[in-house]
């Protein structure tokens, strides 16, 4: 069955870095877009960015953009974000999603936590 | 940007219809898509491209679409639907993917 696991998630200080991981498994990973959206503890949904399966597109709200990174190595069935210049405002659960279509978020992952705080 | 609008919260009763609707200017040009989040859980699909439903999604959610709005329709309404509901679609000129601020559905 479909698996998305992610790791790395922690606290870290306002303009600190820190990498997220996903590893997906039971479908083959290269065939798909793959996403991180977030969600605020208690807020609602917001999408971060989108890589396309062989990683030639990538898509990123505005709000991340310049900042954060995503990545993918098929090899590995994995994807990535790479995110610098963390600000408070990121502090979010941050879900990895397979994007069928491009579009539609059908498996998403069980979150990772992360929190930027002095 | 491109924006999606719900209504925050709604509750119906058991057995009820539970119609949850998601305003936005490109529908329906776009396609709109329909997650359900329980707490402490990743949000699961649960229509896509308006009216299509997952597999293992109940026959009682349905989706329906009238000019700018879309809505997800649960009918027959069960204890274990309460939960957020969230509309999604995209900002095709702006190449990113929108959600709306989800309804929280209740079961009375």
């Known amino acids: 069955q479909v698996q998305l696991v992610e790791s790395g998630g922690g606290l870290v200080k306002p303009g600190g870095s820190l990498r997220l991981s996903c590893a997906a498994s039971g479908f083959t990973f290269s065939d798909y877009y793959m996403s991180w959206i977030r969600q605020t503890p208690g807020k609602g949904l917001e999408w971060v960015s989108t890589l396309h399966y062989g990683g030639r597109t990538i898509y990123y709200s505005d709000s991340v953009r310049g900042r954060f990174t995503i990545s993918r190595d098929n090899a590995k069935s994995s994807l990535y974000l790479q995110m610098d210049s963390l600000r408070d405002v990121d502090t979010a659960v941050y879900y990895c999603a397979r994007a069928t279509g491009g579009e539609a978020f059908d498996y998403w992952g069980q979150g990772t936590l992360v929190t930027v705080s002095s | 940007s491109y924006e999606v609008t719900q209504q925050p919260s709604m509750s119906v009763s058991p057995g009820q219809t539970a119609r949850i609707t998601c305003s936005g200017d490109?529908?329906?040009?776009?396609?709109a898509y329909w997650y359900q989040q329980k707490p402490g859980q990743a949000p699961q699909l649960v229509m896509f491209?308006?009216?299509e439903r997952p597999s293992g999604i109940p026959e009682r959610f349905s989706g329906s679409i009238s000019g700018t709005a879309v809505t997800l329709i649960i009918s027959g309404v069960q204890a274990e639907d309460e939960a957020d509901y969230y509309c999604q679609s995209t900002d095709r000129s702006h190449n990113s993917v929108v959600f709306g601020g989800g309804t929280k559905l209740t079961v009375l």
């Open positions: 491209q308006g009216t």
């Open positions: 490109a529908f329906p040009d776009v396609y």
